[in-house]
Structure formats: C-alpha cells, structure tokens
C-alpha cells in the first residue's frame, strides 16, 4: 500500500515514520521545511527521533500518485487554505484527516473540509502523543468514515500490531470528541497551573466531558462515540500529561508563564468557534465559554476559577 502524509509535523512525522517501518511505502510531504528536513532526518517538533530511511521526503504533491492515500496532518486552522492551494492534487483520492479541531472562520470541522474535494473521506483520531506513537508504543485510534466499504478496508489495511485501528461511521462524534476535549485541556491545565489541585482537575475532567456530549448530541453524534477513545480516552490522556501542548499551554495561563507561541495549540480557535455556535444554539457550556474568555484576555485565570467555582448547585 502506497501512502502519503501532508504535514512534517510531530504527528505527520510520527506516522511517516510507523507506517514505513510498517513496510509501507511511505511519502512525507514537508510544506514549510522541506531541505532541512531532508538534511537532517529531524522534524523540528519532533527533535527526538530520526525519519528512517525509507520515508520519502518530498517538496511538493506532485511527486504522489493519486491511488496514494493521503493523510492530512495539518493544523485545523491552515487545513481549508492548504486543499484550496493543492485541491489540483486531492481530487478524489482517499483523503485521511488527523487534524483536530474546529475551523474558526467557518465553523467546519475537517472532514467537512475534505468532502469538498473527495467522496472518499476519513478521519483518525484517539489518545496519542506522537512521540509515543513514534517509538513504536501500543497506540489505539479510531478511523470514522460514512463510506463503511472505504473505511473497513483503510482499516484492514493500516493496522499493525503496536497500532491498533477501530472503526466507527460516527464522523461527527470522533471528530466533535478530539476538538473539545483540548479545550477542557486548557482549563485542566488552568487549575493545575493556578495551584488548584487534582481535584480540581477531576471536576473540570468531568464536567467538560458533560459539556462535550451535550454539544456533539446537538450535532448529531452518538453518545456512545464520546465514551469512546476519540472522546472519553482522548480527555483522560490530554488533560493528565504534561506531553499535552493544550494542558501545558493552560498551566502557563494557570501560572502567568509565557508560552511558546510557534507550538500549535488547536483548543484555542476551537474554543472560540464552539463557544460562539453554543451561544447560537443555546447550549450551557460555562467552561469552555471560560476559556474563550481566558484566551481572549477578556477574563483572568482567578476570575475563570471562581466562576466556575462559584456556579449555582444543581443535580447532577
């Protein structure tokens, strides 16, 4: 099988470099780095690890054939701008996305994106830190596509024993479930950086789970899918490890610490586009609201806390 990734990334590059050591034969696309990539084998967001040899590095789509799968692991933010530019090269090949997030301009999630370009979409997403799946540690991830013949067989066929893939044609839920939980990142990252506590973190871990099923029902997602690895699983590893560039980036917030602004922190215009479709539709969702808030520099970090802290009691 033939596959190429859009996007030299820590995650693009993690999955170049499983899928070649796979025996697959692998093309990673650099878009804004691509000779140094080339000199060094060393993604600069990924320092850690060498591309093996086998990963073709490429300067352009050009060098792909159009029966290559193409995985898109492009921030959510820049996915609508990079098809529009290489739409000529996506034209109705199999098109994976492995972004998470919600585009803020218009509210589109990935696959949505994609669908402008190809009938033959899917989405992969779940609990993974690149630099675990770059090492070969045990990962789970879940493919969702509505075109189940597609889906089954992208299954068979990229599943390997230390990367385990399920299936579900939920799109909305997978993808609803690994855009919020990096907002509720941020604010677990928030208490944790204000001194708060873990216990803090368990209830905003909770709560914001309640808040990520309420919206992604809203939008025709399955319950079951939020309990699920792109949802429950995703949440769980996101807001407990400091590997989380949206917990870390919320413990800087917690802490009044700066931050690195190159680092890609998809939960903040994920933030900012839910919040305001929650408003719209009339969903409670105080914190993620909070952390729009926060991210915006409309609120403090302590404001956010005693807020949330403050809210009336209720039945669960």
């Known amino acids: 099988m033939k596959i190429c990734i859009a996007g030299a990334g820590a995650f693009g590059s993690a999955i170049a470099s499983v899928f070649a050591k796979g025996g697959y034969s692998t093309k990673l696309f650099s878009p804004t780095n691509f000779e140094e990539l080339s000199a060094t084998r ?12 086998e990963v073709d590095i490429v300067s352009s789509l050009e060098k792909t054939e159009k029966n290559e799968c193409l995985f898109l692991a492009i921030p959510t933010q820049n996915l609508a701008d990079f098809c529009e530019n290489n739409k000529v090269f996506l034209n109705n090949r199999p098109l994976i996305a492995c972004c998470k997030g919600v585009d803020q301009k218009t509210g589109l999630r990935p696959s949505e994106i994609l669908s ?17 799946i770059a090492q070969g540690m045990p990962t789970a991830l879940v493919l969702a596509s509505v075109k189940y013949d597609f889906l089954k067989k992208l299954q068979s066929d990229i599943s390997m024993q230390n990367f385990r893939l399920y299936r579900t ?21 928030v208490a944790i950086g204000a001194g708060q506590g873990d216990s803090a973190r368990a209830a905003l871990m909770t709560r914001g789970f309640s808040e990520m099923v309420s919206f992604a029902k809203a939008h025709g997602a399955k319950e079951k899918t939020l309990s699920g690895l792109s949802g429950l699983g995703d949440l769980s590893l996101t807001c407990n490890s400091e590997k989380s560039r949206n917990f870390v980036f919320g413990v800087s917030l917690g802490c009044q610490k700066t931050f690195n602004k190159n680092t890609t922190v998809e939960g903040v215009a994920t933030a900012f586009a839910v919040s305001q479709k929650a408003k719209a539709l009339g969903i ?33």
């Open 42 to 53: 060393v993604p600069w967001k990924l320092s850690n690890i060498k591309l093996p040899n």
């Open 116 to 132: 402008e370009y190809s009938s033959k979409v899917a989405v992969m997403s779940g609990p993974s830190f690149a630099i675990d």
């Open 284 to 316: 409670e969702m105080p914190i993620t609201s909070s952390v729009s808030a926060l991210v915006k520099g409309s609120t403090s970090a302590e404001e956010v806390i005693h807020s949330l802290l403050s809210r009336p009691t209720k039945e669960e």
């Open 169 to 189: 044609s939920d799109v909305i839920g997978v993808e609803l479930g690994g855009a919020l939980k990096n907002i509720i990142a941020i604010a677990c990252g």
